[in-house]
């Protein structure tokens, strides 16, 4: 039998200050008019969203990760693996050692695969040029990037098409969002916009933009976030919304960089606002592909690389969890005294599902 930590949780009392939020959250559908009730309010109600635990739940008591000794317990227990892609499958746009002959071996056991990333620069259709481009077989339908997630919450809750979306980000934002048929303004385009600051200079806005979209972003300036703070703060109703709150990425394979969470956090602290968080360790996604695939969450084991996004996702969203330490996260961090997120099992890769299969053969 695979030992799981029996986990003690107390709820956060949690007002109800607004009437719905999507359905596959477990409550009713809002639509946008109901965003006129105080923003404030709003992000009350979504704070959690941004700090250690993404849901209504605090974790008490969690006890250490065991190293992964049987593969095949694991692969039996469930029928979903949820994988993080930067620092699981690829670093940078290297593959990592043993992920094809892996995910073959997965589906050859009728797993179904899924693979969910914070990253936001791509839309799903170049992620899967890019899964094509180093060799491996996946579907469209089986991507989940968090520029996917930001459109697919601003459809949850009807938000209307005669508003704009500014975006602060990347291509695939903007691709996600025209396929979803919203307006928008802003994202590479906005990267060469500078501001003449003179004596009485004052900078215009669009006030029919209803929502903030902030991802990792290459060609983030000054113009782009005074564009993105006057809209949070003057439009009435206007969401912020954050793909993710990453600290770092993975550019390339030789070190890390400064990411999404940087961006985001510009905007927070001019603002004064926290945004709404779609991405990982927020729930939202994990009850998307839930409701999509009519999958049991305890039936699912998620596969990332870092603590606080991805064990963190899994753990908020009752799956199993398995941390690999192939990307961000190190054992001695791990293991560290001060770290207080414990996934299930670890393992070096993914490819270890290989080696400890045959080794407990």
């Given at each position: 039998?695979?030992?799981?930590?029996?986990?003690?949780?107390?709820?956060?009392?949690?007002?109800?200050v607004?009437?719905?939020i999507?359905k596959?959250?477990?409550?009713k559908?809002?639509?946008?008019?109901?965003?006129?009730?105080?923003?404030?309010?709003?992000?009350w109600?979504?704070?959690?969203?941004?700090?250690?635990?993404?849901?209504?739940?605090?974790?008490?008591?969690?006890?250490s990760?065991?190293?992964?000794?049987n593969?095949?317990e694991?692969i039996?227990?469930v029928?979903?693996?949820?994988?993080?892609?930067?620092?699981?499958?690829?670093?940078?746009d290297?593959?990592?050692?043993?992920?094809?002959?892996?995910?073959?071996?997965l589906?050859?056991r009728?797993?179904?695969?899924?693979?969910?990333?914070?990253?936001?620069?791509?839309?799903?259709?170049?992620?899967?040029?890019?899964?094509e481009?180093?060799?491996?077989?996946?579907?469209?339908?089986?991507?989940?990037?968090s520029?996917?997630?930001?459109a697919?919450?601003l459809?949850?809750?009807?938000?209307?098409?005669?508003?704009?979306?500014?975006?602060?980000?990347?291509d695939?934002?903007?691709?996600?969002?025209?396929l979803?048929?919203?307006?928008?303004?802003?994202?590479?385009?906005?990267?060469?916009?500078?501001?003449?600051?003179?004596?009485?200079?004052?900078?215009?806005?669009?006030?029919?933009?209803?929502?903030?979209?902030?991802?990792?972003?290459?060609?983030?300036?000054?113009?782009?976030?005074?564009?993105?703070?006057?809209?949070?703060?003057?439009n009435?109703?206007?969401?912020?919304i954050?793909?993710n709150r990453?600290?770092?990425?993975?550019?390339?394979?030789?070190?890390?960089?400064?990411g999404?969470g940087s961006?985001?956090?510009?905007?927070?602290g001019?603002?004064q606002?926290e945004?709404?968080?779609?991405?990982?360790?927020?729930?939202?996604?994990?009850?998307?592909?839930a409701?999509?695939?009519?999958?049991?969450?305890?039936?699912?084991?998620?596969?990332?690389?870092?603590?606080?996004t991805?064990?963190?996702?899994?753990q908020?969203g009752?799956?199993?969890?398995?941390?690999?330490?192939?990307?961000?996260?190190?054992?001695s961090?791990?293991?560290d005294?001060?770290?207080?997120?414990?996934?299930?099992?670890?393992?070096?890769?993914?490819?270890?599902?290989l080696?400890?299969?045959?080794?407990?053969?």
């Open positions: 039998m695979l030992g799981r930590t029996v986990v003690a949780y107390s709820f956060v009392s949690v007002p109800a607004f009437p719905t999507p596959f959250l477990g409550l559908r809002l639509s946008f008019n109901s965003f006129s009730i105080a923003n404030a309010k709003w992000n109600n979504f704070k959690l969203y941004n700090r250690k635990s993404s849901t209504a739940l605090r974790k008490e008591t969690r006890a990760a065991q190293p992964l000794k593969a095949d694991l039996y227990s029928e979903t693996f949820i994988f993080d892609c930067d620092g699981v499958i690829w670093k940078g290297k593959l990592i050692d043993g992920v094809p002959q892996t995910l073959d071996m589906r050859s009728g797993k179904r695969l899924v693979f969910v990333t914070n990253n936001s620069t791509k839309s799903r259709k170049q992620y899967g040029k890019k899964f481009t180093l060799g491996l077989n996946v579907t469209e339908e089986e991507i989940f990037a520029s996917f997630a930001a697919a919450y459809k949850s809750i009807n938000f209307p098409k005669e508003k704009k979306v500014y975006v602060i980000g990347e695939g934002i903007l691709k996600e969002l025209e979803a048929g919203f307006q928008y303004l802003g994202g590479p385009e906005d990267g060469g916009k500078k501001i003449e600051l003179k004596p009485g200079f004052l900078m215009e806005h669009d006030k029919d933009v209803g929502a903030v979209v902030v991802g990792f972003d290459r060609y983030f300036n000054y113009y782009k976030v005074q564009y993105g703070t006057l809209c949070v703060r003057e009435p109703g206007c969401l912020f954050a793909t990453d600290a770092v990425t993975h550019l390339t394979d030789a070190q890390e960089w400064a999404g961006m985001v956090g510009a905007i927070a001019s603002s606002r945004p709404l968080v779609v991405g990982k360790p927020s729930t939202f996604m994990m009850d998307y592909l409701n999509k695939f009519g999958i049991l969450k305890s039936q699912i084991c998620m596969v990332g690389d870092r603590l606080d991805d064990i963190l996702f899994g908020n009752g799956c199993k969890t398995l941390l690999v330490l192939s990307g961000v996260t190190t054992l961090m791990l293991q005294p001060s770290n207080s997120i414990q996934p299930d099992f670890y393992t070096n890769k993914i490819s270890d599902f080696s400890l299969k045959a080794a407990t053969a």
